[in-house]
């Protein structure tokens, strides 16, 4: 289940880093920041889940 949960944060990460790109070159810097800001938050929150526990 885990698994499933992680795979859809980075695709949806790397769907929202490349509408990110489209939306800055139509000229909405601010809606662009916004979407990388949640795109880096879905990686860290991966990032952090992935660290191993003893």
Do not use: E, Q
């Amino acid at each position: 289940m885990s698994d499933t949960i992680m795979s859809i944060l980075m695709l949806t990460g790397v769907l929202l880093t490349g509408g990110a790109v489209l939306v800055f070159r139509g000229g909405d810097r601010r809606r662009a920041l916004l979407m990388l800001i949640a795109a880096l938050v879905m990686f860290a929150n991966v990032t952090i889940w992935l660290v191993p526990v003893k």
